[in-house]
């Protein structure tokens, strides 16, 4: 009649199992995530007749086979191109309806309207480095990312976040109740810079 | 005496090692919630460039890669040193670029069919040629939103050698 109790299971050997576990995720997993620009192609599709777009309102880069920039049939270095990007975009040199009333660009009426009809056009050679190219897209995008920074800043003074911090958190799933009220004023910024990045088919000879 | 020795008796007592199981599998639960499997093995060369103006590619569900580069040193010596296309775990040309996002998108949930994008994983000293082919071919099926991944960095590391 006595009351012997269970005896107890040796677990002596669980952390063993466990620890062979771990090891094994340890080894076989990586914990990045992918990141990169963003883009998007055109449609193949045959515009029937496509818009007359003004010389002026276009910049374009040109990246050689020898991974050297002419931008506005112009050398340049790599390092200058956001600021010319910058400058092309801000410059604001519309009258009337075209005109840009946040801009505070020179309004050079040999450069572009408006930012929202500007076009950066990037073209390279089929010989043209992936890395050069990639280089001179994370500047154009860049020359973009400043000027809605200074606008959004200079709207949301007291947001306390600026432009690149808000569109984070914007598609960061942890603050979705910070959608909704970011999602008009990042709207606003990007209507006044539209990122207007046309990347042309290469060119084999030149 | 005798009362007091009794009490002082026994040598230190063996450290319990009972928690430990529950350590370990809390720390392996973490990774096994914290990483994602890697579902291809490399087979080109795959140096990323450096951008810093980038965005965060998640849900993994919604992106297939296509991986470009040399081959590794591995595979040179049968595919040679020019760059070529890797699609899943196999090398590929240019022309099974629309095929393979097809069966890409034919795999893929309904609702996210519309919404994948193409990450582009293309070692740094590929020459841009191959990579407009890519995007041709891309916009031939229908494949619009493409990625270019590369890793964060400041861009005059690209220019160097």
């Known amino acids: 009649m006595a009351k012997r109790a269970a005896p107890e299971v040796n677990a002596g050997s669980m ?73 092309f975009l801000d410059n604001g040199g519309g009258k009337d309806e075209e005109a840009c009333s946040y801009c505070k660009g020179s309004a050079d009426t040999s450069s572009s309207d408006n930012p929202v009809k500007a076009i950066i056009s990037l073209k390279n050679d089929r010989e043209t480095s992936y890395k050069v ?52 004023l990042l709207d606003e910024v990007k209507a006044m810079y539209p990122q207007k990045l046309s990347e042309a088919e290469p060119s084999k000879n030149n | 005496m005798a009362k007091f020795k009794k009490k002082k008796g026994g040598e230190t007592p063996a450290i319990s090692t009972a928690s430990l199981p529950d350590i370990v ?41 296509i991986y470009a ?45 519309d919404v994948l994008t193409t990450a582009l994983k293309v070692d740094g000293d590929t020459n841009m040629g191959l990579i407009s082919d890519i995007k041709q071919e891309l916009r031939q099926v229908n494949a619009l939103k493409i990625n270019y991944t590369t890793r964060s960095g400041d861009y005059t590391q690209n220019t160097k050698n």
């Open chain 1, 15 to 87: 952390a063993d199992i466990a620890f062979l576990l771990l090891i094994f995720f340890l080894v076989t997993t990586t914990i990045e995530t992918d990141s990169g620009i963003n883009r998007k192609l055109p449609p193949t599709d045959e515009v029937v007749d496509p818009p007359i777009i003004k010389e002026r309102n276009i910049f374009t880069v040109v990246v050689n086979k020898n991974n050297q920039l002419l931008v506005e049939e112009k050398p340049m270095e790599i390092s200058e191109i956001r600021q010319a990007a910058m400058e």
């Open chain 1, 133 to 184: 190219y990639i280089a001179v897209q994370n500047e154009l995008v860049a020359a973009y990312n400043d000027l809605r920074e200074r606008e959004f800043t200079s709207l949301n003074p007291n947001i306390g976040l600026s432009y690149m911090e808000a569109s984070k958190r914007y598609s960061d799933p942890r603050y979705v109740s910070d959608r909704e009220r970011l999602k008009p």
């Open chain 2, 25 to 65: 599998f809390m720390l392996l639960f973490f990774f096994m919630v914290a990483t994602v499997m890697r579902d291809s093995t490399l087979m080109v060369q795959n140096k990323l460039p450096a951008a810093d103006q980038i965005q965060k590619l998640d849900k993994k569900d919604r992106v297939m890669y």
């Open chain 2, 69 to 113: 580069g040399k081959p590794s040193s591995r595979y040179a010596d049968k595919y040679g040193n020019q760059a070529r296309i890797q699609l899943n775990d196999k090398f590929a040309t240019v022309s099974d670029v629309g095929a393979f996002v097809l069966a890409e998108r034919a795999s893929k949930r309904q609702e996210l069919q």
